[in-house]
């Protein structure tokens, strides 16, 4: 009898982008190691996120697997409307659970990633099959420390957090906000880098000596930055992906989200990045090495743990949200610029996360 490709269903957080890159930085390596493994991809996050990022085929399938925070800006929350959802969205229905289980046991899936859906944790133990959750943080940690401190936040917190715990395999990825016991540590987990600095900025059209300056906020769309402040630094070539448009304008190249440009590449290119402290921006630019002048957002509970990482692990300054949105960042930019490059001496967690993962498959073929 023939045995099928393996299958993995993942399911993916919605909440930014973040989570997709890392999840796809983890397809991305396993799909290097073992090309027959076939992945099944639960989410809302678009599919073209994961065509730019997979080298293989893959099942797309919509999928609202998670609520997080509902996003007014890539800098702030509506909390109003995330207690809406949550109520909506939780508990978790029976008979969802069990359509949805029905679905991935049709897609011959053997294993259940979550990054960090606690819904994909219900609905592999319902189809009866392993589950692994890849995380830095878990909801239940963030509306327990939540500056809101909601009832609602807190009755969600513990639904979750018996979901969590029930996970069968648990990865933590540095920076990690609430160390707990895992059955895996690694180091931030980033996509590749795929082409040399000087390609990308060849494909820029900036030279080779000129000053390149990232802008960031991890891919969610945003509005143009402050134009007329960022032309008055004419010997730096600014680049701003995530927008609706392409367009450049003097030293400004603004990038709409579905370009040819790869965001990690874009990282590796620069000499400095500024940006929102989110997981993927920082596993990107601390694999690159790029100085990073970082845009906290201080009532998540995570910034203070992603802030220290940065201060401890890579080279960086903080920037506060106001200097940001204004682009009046004489002062911060040339102190960024004079930083050296911090090359890290940790491997790619992804790559480590994906040989477990591998060899939890290679044992699901055996029984």
Same mark, same amino acid.
């Given at each position: 009898?023939?045995?099928?490709?393996?299958?993995?269903?993942?399911?993916?957080? *919605?909440?930014?982008?973040?989570?997709?890159?890392?999840?796809?930085?983890?397809?991305?390596?396993?799909?290097?190691?073992?090309?027959?493994?076939?992945?099944?991809?639960?989410?809302?996050?678009?599919?073209? /996120?994961?065509?730019?990022?997979?080298?293989?085929?893959?099942?797309?399938?919509?999928?609202?697997?998670?609520?997080? /925070?509902?996003?007014?800006?890539?800098?702030?929350?509506?909390?109003?409307?995330?207690?809406?959802?949550?109520?909506?969205?939780?508990?978790?229905?029976?008979?969802?659970?069990?359509?949805?289980?029905?679905?991935?046991?049709?897609?011959?899936?053997?294993?259940?990633?979550?990054?960090?859906?606690?819904?994909?944790?219900?609905?592999?133990?319902?189809?009866?099959?392993?589950?692994?959750?890849?995380?830095?943080? &878990?909801?239940?940690?963030?509306?327990?420390?939540?500056?809101?401190?909601?009832?609602?936040?807190?009755?969600?917190?513990?639904?979750?957090?018996?979901?969590?715990?029930?996970?069968?395999?648990?990865?933590?990825?540095?920076?990690?906000?609430?160390?707990? *016991?895992?059955?895996?540590?690694?180091? *931030?987990?980033?996509?590749?880098?795929?082409?040399?600095?000087?390609?990308?900025?060849?494909?820029?059209?900036?030279?080779?000596?000129?000053?390149?300056?990232?802008?960031?906020?991890? @891919?969610?769309?945003?509005?143009?930055?402050?134009?007329?402040?960022?032309?008055?630094?004419?010997?730096?070539?600014?680049?701003? *992906?995530?927008? &609706?448009?392409?367009?450049?304008?003097?030293?400004?190249?603004?990038?709409?989200?579905?370009?040819?440009?790869?965001?990690?590449?874009?990282?590796?290119?620069?000499?400095?990045?500024?940006?929102?402290?989110?997981?993927?921006?920082?596993?990107?630019? /601390?694999?690159?090495?790029?100085?990073?002048?970082?845009?906290?957002?201080?009532?998540?509970?995570?910034?203070?743990?992603?802030?220290? /990482?940065?201060?401890?692990?890579?080279?960086?300054?903080?920037?506060?949200?106001?200097?940001?949105?204004? @682009?009046?960042?004489?002062?911060?930019?040339?102190?960024?610029?004079?930083?050296?490059?911090?090359?890290?001496?940790?491997?790619?967690?992804?790559?480590?996360?994906?040989?477990?993962?591998?060899?939890?498959?290679?044992?699901?073929?055996?029984?």
């Amino acid at each position: 009898m023939t045995v099928p490709p393996a299958a993995i269903a993942w399911f993916v957080s *919605p909440h930014g982008f973040g989570h997709a890159a890392r999840a796809g930085a983890v397809m991305e390596a396993i799909f290097d190691l073992d090309a027959s493994v076939r992945f099944e991809v639960f989410t809302t996050i678009p599919a073209w /996120f994961f065509q730019e990022t997979l080298n293989s085929d893959f099942g797309y399938h919509v999928l609202e697997t998670d609520i997080g /925070f509902v996003q007014k800006t890539p800098f702030e929350a509506d909390v109003k409307e995330t207690f809406q959802a949550l109520d909506r969205f939780l508990p978790f229905p029976e008979d969802r659970l069990q359509a949805l289980a029905r679905q991935v046991r049709d897609l011959t899936c053997r294993l259940v990633v979550c990054d960090i859906s606690a819904l994909g944790i219900r609905v592999a133990q319902t189809a009866q099959l392993p589950s692994v959750l890849v995380e830095n943080f &878990t909801w239940d940690w963030i509306y327990r420390n939540y500056d809101d401190p909601s009832p609602i936040l807190g009755t969600c917190a513990s639904y979750l957090n018996q979901c969590y715990q029930s996970v069968d395999h648990h990865i933590q990825t540095e920076p990690i906000c609430h160390r707990q *016991p895992a059955a895996l540590t690694v180091g *931030p987990a980033s996509r590749k880098i795929r082409n040399p600095r000087a390609v990308t900025r060849r494909q820029l059209e900036v030279e080779a000596e000129q000053i390149l300056v990232l802008i960031t906020t991890g @891919g969610v769309p945003k509005d143009r930055p402050p134009m007329d402040a960022l032309k008055q630094f004419q010997s730096i070539q600014f680049v701003v *992906p995530g927008l &609706t448009e392409t367009v450049r304008e003097d030293n400004v190249l603004c990038l709409k989200n579905t370009s040819s440009f790869y965001h990690p590449d874009l990282v590796a290119a620069a000499d400095a990045v500024i940006g929102k402290a989110g997981y993927s921006t920082i596993a990107e630019v /601390f694999h690159s090495g790029v100085p990073f002048g970082y845009v906290s957002r201080p009532e998540f509970p995570e910034s203070r743990v992603l802030a220290g /990482f940065i201060e401890t692990e890579m080279t960086g300054i903080p920037i506060d949200r106001r200097t940001f949105h204004s @682009g009046a960042w004489e002062t911060e930019l040339g102190r960024l610029l004079r930083m050296p490059r911090r090359w890290p001496g940790a491997s790619n967690g992804a790559v480590q996360i994906a040989e477990y993962i591998l060899n939890l498959i290679h044992q699901s073929k055996e029984i």
